[in-house]
């Protein structure tokens, strides 16, 4: 049984950093998209940055590339989404999502089957 923990949301003020986390518990797949998406009441899920394990590529959408940088940890089953220079419109519930598949297609959706619960991260 997979779950995906997150952590590390927090209120922020502009400008400043958080790191989140997403501990996959009971993960045994390897070579699979991990992404983090974030939504805001009202507007659709949007994928903020993947990365594909079995090789490390990443994926960023454009308002936060140079912003922020998706990692891995394989040996402890961790991802991290380092955010740098936050501004407002980056406040949002932040979701870790996994794939079991091994497509490489991070960017799709429809793909992703385990989510976490969603951290709160606020900037102001």
């Known amino acids: 049984h997979v779950q995906l923990v997150e952590s590390g949301g927090q209120w922020v003020q502009a400008g400043g950093s958080l790191r989140l986390s997403c501990q996959a518990v009971g993960w045994t797949y390897r070579r699979n998209c991990i992404a983090w998406f974030r939504q805001v009441p009202g507007k659709e899920r949007e994928e903020v940055a993947s990365i594909y394990t079995g090789n490390s590529n990443s994926y960023y959408t454009e308002d936060v590339k140079g912003r922020f940088t998706i990692s891995q940890d394989n040996a402890k089953d961790m991802v991290y989404l380092q955010m740098d220079v936050l501004k407002s419109e980056d406040t949002a519930m932040y979701y870790c999502?996994?794939?079991?598949?091994?497509?490489?297609?991070?960017?799709?959706?429809?793909?992703?089957?385990?989510w976490g619960q969603g951290t709160q991260v606020t900037v102001s």
């Open positions: 999502a996994a794939q079991s598949g091994s497509s490489g297609n991070c960017e799709e959706l429809a793909l992703y089957q385990y």
